[in-house]
């Protein structure tokens, strides 16, 4: 799989920012949609904001108002700007890219970052 790139985790103060970065570092056919979910342990993952090619976007109702997500022109890379951040943000956010490598491939495949952590101290 096409590993992707993460970055713009770590530490920062309540009412800070972040901005978090994924780069795929290979062109594909098609791309259907990326974005950002996190975990907290004990829970499952969950959606925190996603982004078609086209700009429609989906976002969790924490994320009004605070985040904002948006895809570079290449499709490769998917950024998501933290604002007016709270200790309840800290957990591993996950970089997500659904993506069909060839034209003739049978069809979109998931690709997950590694996760990048921020942190939020209360």
């Known amino acids: 799989q096409v590993p992707l790139v993460e970055s713009g985790g770590g530490f920062v103060q309540p009412g800070g920012s972040l901005r978090l970065s994924c780069a795929r570092s290979?062109?594909?056919?098609?791309?259907?949609?990326m974005g950002w979910y996190r975990q907290v342990p004990g829970k499952e993952r969950e959606l925190v904001a996603t982004?078609?090619?086209?700009?429609?976007?989906i976002s969790a109702e924490f994320v009004k108002g605070r985040f904002t997500i948006s895809i570079d022109n290449a499709k490769t890379t998917v950024t998501l700007q933290l604002n007016h951040l709270k200790p309840e943000y800290t957990t591993v956010y996950y970089c997500?890219?659904?993506?069909?490598?060839?034209?003739?491939?049978?069809?979109?495949?998931?690709?997950w970052g590694q996760g990048t952590t921020v942190a939020v101290p209360s």
């Open positions: 982004i078609t090619p086209r700009g429609d976007t």
């Open positions: 290979e062109s594909v056919y098609s791309v259907k949609r």
């Open positions: 997500h890219q659904e993506i069909q490598y060839y034209e003739f491939s049978p069809g979109y495949v998931e690709l």
